[in-house]
């Protein structure tokens, strides 16, 4: 039996994990909020803001895996324990990622915000920002209470942003063919709202990976992987 000190210690370091995800998720959330805001906004120096806090996500995933590494090494986790271990080096991943894609609408503030672009564009990527917000939020909430009965309802999530990033594409698409001079500020807001439905899909891989520890299980049903975008052609834009 291992000495009552050691067990303390272990179980300790296991919640560290636990609170740098918790910590590294509240910041990935601020990040896409303010990077949304200062789209929507034009806000330049909120932009900038967000892009010089990305760091401190890349750090923390570091300092996760390092953790991390060290716990397996030390401590040979098994079955529940080697879960929550692995399972923190993946959902740091999604994290810092999930940091990454909101610097990447932050750093295409400028160029999108230039000239009159129709509010509603605007208005239609704050919206799919709202619903990829939304599951992440709910994941993490998940991740802190591991009640895992809500995360289908979670994975279904990524069915409606796939749908609204479709129908925004399309929007966006018309408003290029309606005049060039709307092509390289709407080719911005294209990436920016393919940034944001990105975010949902980094979601969804984490919910997957909290179900996988909770139940050493895998999620059944495939999801659905991918939007429709494909299949927008210019013929389903030009007026009938």
């Not at 920002?129 to 009640?147: F, G, P, T, W």
């Not at 979601?203 to 139940?215: G, K, L, M, P, S």
């Amino acid at each position: 039996m291992q000495p009552m000190h050691t067990v303390s210690a272990y179980d300790d370091e296991l919640k560290y994990l636990a609170r740098r995800i918790a910590s590294m998720g509240g910041h990935a959330e601020r990040m896409v909020e303010q990077a949304i805001t200062a789209l929507v906004s034009a806000d330049t120096r909120l932009a900038q803001k967000v892009v010089r806090d990305d760091p401190i996500l890349d750090e923390s995933q570091r300092d996760i895996d390092e953790k991390a590494v060290s716990v397996i090494a030390r401590r040979q986790p098994m079955a529940r324990d080697l879960r929550e271990v692995i399972g923190a080096i993946r959902i740091s991943a999604d994290l810092e990622r999930i940091g990454d894609l909101a610097k990447n609408v932050a750093k295409r503030v400028v160029a999108a915000t230039e000239g009159q672009q129709p509010v509603s564009l605007f208005r239609g990527i704050e919206a799919l920002a709202d619903l990829a917000l939304s599951q992440l939020k709910e994941v993490l909430d998940v991740y802190a209470s591991r009640e895992v009965t809500k995360l289908g309802f979670i994975r279904d999530h990524d069915d409606d942003i796939d749908a609204m990033y479709t129908s925004l594409f399309r929007e966006l698409l018309t408003y290029m063919m309606e005049d060039p001079r709307n092509i390289t500020p709407c080719t911005h807001l294209l990436f920016c709202a393919k940034n944001v439905e990105r975010i949902g899909d980094h979601a969804t891989n984490i919910a997957e990976t909290i179900y996988h520890i909770v139940t050493g299980e895998q999620m059944a049903n495939e999801r659905p992987k991918g939007d429709k975008t494909d299949r927008v052609t210019a013929s389903l834009l030009l007026p009938k």
